[in-house]
Structure formats: C-alpha cells, structure tokens
C-alpha cells in the first residue's frame, strides 16, 4: 500500500521568512495530493490539494509543486504570519483505492515574532 | 450549513464497555470514512463506505465495527474498547468522484 513520508516533523521560522513542508510517497499510481492544516483542538482543513497532471499550484501565499518522477510533492509558504502557526499534513491518494487517504506524520510549524 | 458532525466530543470509559461515536453529513455524500489520530503517526484509516450497506477495512479496523444503514450516518461502534483504542477520532466525508474530504470535529475517547 501507499506509504508518505513528511519532514521535518517540527519547524521553526520567523514571521516574514518562509517554510517548506516535504513529504514523499511510495505508490506510483497516488494521482492526488492534498495538504491539511490543523490547528490546536481542530479538525485538519484542506488548504491546497494538486493533481498528478500539475506540477505546481499557488493560492495567495501557500504554493503546492510536484514531482512525479522523484515521487514527492513540498508545500511552500512565503510570508509566514503567527496564523501560520499549526500541525501541516500532507496525504496522497492512489488511483483506484476508493479515495483513501494516506497521511504523512505531520510537521509542527511555529512562526515567531 | 454543509457539515460533518460527530457525538460525542469527548468520552471516558473503562475498558470493555461497549460504545458508539456517531458520525452524520448533511451533503449528500457517498464516500464517509473514519480516522485515528495518535501523536507522531498522523492519522491512519479504520474502515470507509463507499455508499449504504458497502463498508470495508481501512488500515488499522481491529476493535472496530461499523455500519452504513442510512446514507448521512457512519457510527463507529467498539464493542470491547481497551486502553490503546484512546484516540483522537475522526469522521470525514466526500462526493463520489471528488477527491476533497471534509472532516467532522474529533471525538477525543480515553479508554481506562
């Protein structure tokens, strides 16, 4: 079965720096990557997702790219605020195996002032 | 409001006392599965259902039972909970056809 790898598990930056989130998988066949942010005491919310026909995707300041070839997917976040500041998953899913979400470990991100 | 909500919250119970955790959506989803979260292993499946009466195993089903009767609700049901099924639980839905999973609150279960 699929299996995702993330790191680091836990990272620390400056508000205004930036931060990358690696993760990869196993299963040539994953077609659909999501990442989801938790926050303390929340449900993980999708907050980018990218598909294996795109190399990359932006939404404002959060950016997802991907390498089919190397078999792994980073999330990018430019301009880190404190708001930024949560539990990221990335997850893969393969084709054919009924949506089932595979998640990576989790990267704890902490922006400081 | 769209939304996947589960019931309850927050549970203590002793070990081999029979529980359900509730799951229901009001969005008409086919697809509803249910998660583990334990610290450094992120979240891992137990079953899912693909529509009414079709349920199967996800990663980690054992000690756990489930049931697709109504299309909204996904109970999760331990009949003999033990002390490693302590968690933080969740149930998650999505369309047929969309990859995009949304997630109910958490139930936090500690079993003693």
């Known amino acids: 079965g699929e299996n995702v790898e993330q790191h680091p598990s836990t990272l620390s930056v400056q508000e205004g720096d930036s931060a990358v989130i690696k993760c990869t998988y196993s299963d040539s066949a994953s077609n659909y990557f999501p990442w989801y942010k938790q926050e303390l005491g929340k449900r993980p919310q999708l907050i980018i997702d990218i598909r294996s026909n795109v190399g990359e995707k932006k939404d404002q300041r959060i950016a997802v790219t991907l390498n089919k070839t190397a078999k792994h997917f980073s999330l990018h976040i430019t301009e880190t605020q404190p708001e930024d500041s949560a539990v990221y998953f990335c997850a893969a899913i393969a084709a054919g195996t009924a949506s089932k979400l595979t998640f990576g470990t989790g990267t704890r991100l902490q922006v400081t002032l | 409001e769209a939304q996947v909500t589960q019931n309850p919250r927050y549970l203590i119970t002793v070990t081999g006392k029979k529980l359900t955790v509730t799951c229901s959506q009001n969005m008409n989803h086919e697809y509803m599965s249910w998660y583990r979260q334990d610290p450094g292993l992120g979240l891992r499946q137990i079953y899912y259902?693909?529509?009414?009466?079709?349920?199967d195993k996800g990663d980690v089903p054992e000690g756990y039972k489930v049931s697709r009767k109504e299309k909204r609700n996904f109970p999760l049901i331990l009949e003999s909970p033990s002390p490693n099924q302590t968690s933080l639980y969740f149930c998650?839905?999505?369309?047929?056809?969309?990859?995009?999973?949304?997630f109910g609150p958490g139930t936090r279960l500690t079993v003693l």
């Open positions: 259902s693909m529509n009414v009466e079709v349920t």
């Open positions: 998650a839905s999505s369309l047929w056809g969309s990859d995009e999973q949304f």
